[in-house]
């Protein structure tokens, strides 16, 4: 029913508001790689930034399933942005350098020019809620 749940075009009608249900929706469990900043542009909000670090293992070689074959590992580096004022505060204040966390939240595609005026393209997580999995993400910031 969520499916249907949506207003449909009618081709016959121009300038009608074509409004479907989609989804952007990410979520992530691993750990942080450095311990969080916070950023102010002026004029907009501040925001914490921090990566996060996820793991994907298998093994290779002919037997996949028993104990033989070597184990490969590939890690994958997020870049998480926290807007939202209460979270943001929290995650700046508690998330540390190899705290265990969970993230939802969802994909955002922009761009940048970096600092040789080279225009670069970024992925970020936009997190909307984080869940604090470690005691290392509980010490106090020294």
Request: charged fraction near 25%; hydrophobic fraction near 35%.
């Amino acid at each position: 029913q969520v499916l249907r749940q949506f207003v449909r075009h009618d081709s016959d009608t121009v300038g009608s508001l074509v409004l479907e249900r989609s989804m952007n929706r990410v979520q992530l469990l691993g750990r942080v790689g450095q311990d969080p900043i916070m950023r102010q542009v002026e004029g907009k909000n501040p925001v914490t930034i921090f990566s996060l670090a996820t793991n994907e293992m298998w093994r290779t070689g002919e037997s996949e399933t028993a104990q033989g074959g070597d184990i490969s590992q590939k890690t994958t580096w997020h870049r998480i942005s926290v807007f939202r004022p209460g979270l943001r505060d929290v995650t700046y204040q508690y998330v540390r350098k190899g705290s265990r966390i969970y993230v939802e939240g969802k994909l955002d595609y922009g761009e940048y020019t970096d600092k040789n005026n080279v225009r670069r393209q970024a992925t970020t997580i936009i997190a909307d809620n984080v869940i604090f999995l470690s005691d290392a993400s509980m010490k106090e910031k020294v």
